[in-house]
DNA sequence: CATTGGCGCTCCATCACAAGGAGTGCTGGT
DNA sequence: ACCAGCACTCCTTGTGATGGAGCGCCAATG
């Protein structure tokens, strides 16, 4: 929270001491440089920038920007390049993002598929994945824990299928094994006690008043209910909370990543490391809209040169999860921010559908 | 199958034309090249081969091993390496694997997940890409169609949930939109109808029966029924063969793959492309036991560096996917090959309990 | 006659050096 | 305040030069 307020009032100090033209050149400076990977010397600002300043001018601001920390130059005699804070400035203040077209937003919807969360959830990442080039990142509804419905079903003697509907209408599996053999009509017996007593409720809340309630049980029955619980508790954790990424392949064909390759390497052993994701992404979930996290600003190191770019989105007004993207922090923002976005609202709206 | 015969011949020609002597520097010559990635010349052949002649000698039969195409020197003045020829005659005729020991088989049957088969055959893949580092690769059994059990859950006035208990023991959801509202009971009667009946059927062969045995069924339970047969049809094609890799991330970091980024990026894309992996996968499972697969012999140009090492496992005797390893040409094959034997038979044994 | 030491040859890898170019900082003039 | 010009720095590219690794060939050897 404070930090939250440190970062307003540098912002508001930064605008200030850069005037207009400093701010001007700031920007056609990114933006040449996400264009075309190239450290922007003052010819090229003094060309592009629409100022009609000489060269020698503008070096003297760039000289200015340079010591306030937004830009840099590799070696002494390149152009410069924005360092993360230039980004940030950059993305804060700076940025004219331009909403997508209804043709692209209808394309994009056309491309989720709605039969079940998990093919929702993945598509939604692969079309991220698509449309930016970069890779796509999901985190997949967290369960809400207890059940809509359950159900036994006898595979072998002692061996039984689980079937679990959980509240967000996904379908769970497990196998148990059981100390006795129940009959086929026993366990209808047990999934219609469940479902009429306890659909809804969290599986804690099922376990303490299982025991309250239910003392007529039979001994074997309250075994198996004891085995089921704990198995949905399984299958529901199993499946908690995921990332679901995608498209780090097209990460392999940018320069910027894949000039070193241990750095590479270190970016795909993240993306496996999933929980470590989980965290960066639970932020972004605490707040409302599009959020930008450039180069290291995540904590993380093999994030250096990446920005990702997230927007939470909601089933009934409820924040759930997260989409975004891991790309390059040379991205063209004002491209990859609406499609985050609409992203984000397409996945609300189709969850919520159901 | 003529391909087969011819294969079998040129192996018998080739083993009479290559003398003791030249199988033996062939052998050595490949290990030393796989041991350390450099060509190999004929000084060091002389050293390690065991068979005390000089180098000048032993550059005779090089000469002789060039000809016939075993070897390759990438220029003039560099030593030796293995053509995909060579790699062939080396794995088919000169290789010894030694059987991995009583320790590392448990280790690895630990690790195998037996909850259900979808965490089955991702910890396969895991395991495999974990003990060799390259990549592991998995097909998922095939569906035999067909269904054990099936149950409808109504989750909004025209909306339901399709469960449905494949053969194999696996669970299968899908929505289905229906076009009136059915009551829980009638969903129930139909469910049961429906296992009764028809547990066990292939789904064509239920589509045709359905109309002759069933005629005084009411309309609208046959509309339900067809679209529960269509949606349980969708789902099942779904995942009905596909293809789990893990650890692709291991070939980032193998020096082959990794210095012609281009081809590394074709490789990824091959991964994505799981039809076409499916395809090379198929013919190993007509094989019994262990395949190898050298460089494009599969005709996929993107694994030009690459080889494929395959082992079918079975359900009942009889095989229903196979399980892999892809890496570089240039593997350590006497630890891989028994790697990939052991996980086919767990997975077998792990399979058919269930 | 198979084996071997020796010689000349080829080709690659590495390094040093020079030339060219891009861009900067600074200074003095407008 | 702006700008033209100049000296300076540093990267990039190209060009030889050098050394080493390995081969092929040949004549000598047992």
Known sequence: MLCFLCKIVRMATETQALNERAQQL???LVERYIADGQPVGS????????LDLSPASIRNVMADLEEMGFIASPHTSAGRIPTARGYRFFVDTLLTVKPLDRIEIHQLEGQLQVENTQKLVASASHVLSDLTRFAGIVVTP??????RHIEFLKLAEKRLLLILVTADGDVQNRIIQTEKSYSPSELVEAANMLNKNFAGCTFEEIRRRIHVELKQLREDMTQLMAAALAASDQ???DSAEDVVISGEINLLGIED???NMTKLRDLFNLFEHRTTL?????VSSRAQGVQIFIGGEAGLTPLDECSVVTAPYEVDGKIVGTVGVIGPTRMAYERVIPIVDITAKLLSSALTQR
Chains 1, 2 share one sequence.
Request: hydrophobic share 40%; proline share 0%.
């Open 142 to 147: 967290r369960r809400s824990g207890g059940f």
């Open 278 to 282: 989980l965290q960066l992404l639970d």
């Open 235 to 237: 299958a529901a954790s």
């Open 43 to 50: 010819r090229a600002l003094s060309k592009f920038s629409g």
């Open 26 to 28: 700031l920007k056609t």
């Open 257 to 259: 990543l894949s000039s």
